[in-house]
Nanobody
């Protein structure tokens, strides 16, 4: 079965950087789209970024465009989220997700989810 394990969260000051990593296993992911989402207490889960594993096409939420970069490493089977110029409003539990389609599309319905990694940005 598909397993997604996030790592790399932590506490950082505003303006700093963090790199999240998602280790994916259980399938051949070349026809999958991988996404990063985040959630804060009392709010709905929010889309952050996505990448198609095969072609590397990317999509970003407006709130992170230009600050975050999503990438995948085929050799390591990981999907990373480089987060720069972090703001206090980026504080959230960040989730890695996967869906078995090579098209990012508008749908935010993903089939597989990790447990999440906490990112806290202090002001």
């Amino acid at each position: 079965q598909v397993q997604l394990v996030e790592s790399g969260g932590g506490l950082v000051q505003a303006g700093g950087s963090l790199r999240l990593s998602c280790a994916a296993s259980g399938r051949a992911f070349h026809m999958y789209t991988m996404g990063w989402f985040r959630q804060t207490p009392g709010k709905e889960r929010e889309f952050v970024a996505a990448i198609t594993w095969g072609t590397g096409r990317t999509s970003y939420a407006d709130s992170v465009e230009g600050r975050f970069t999503i990438s995948r490493d085929n050799a390591k089977n990981t999907v990373d989220l480089q987060m720069n110029s972090l703001k206090p409003e980026d504080t959230a539990l960040y989730f890695c997700a996967a869906k078995p389609t090579p098209i990012i599309g508008a749908s935010r319905n993903y089939d597989y989810w990790g447990q999440g990694t906490q990112v806290t940005v202090s002001s």
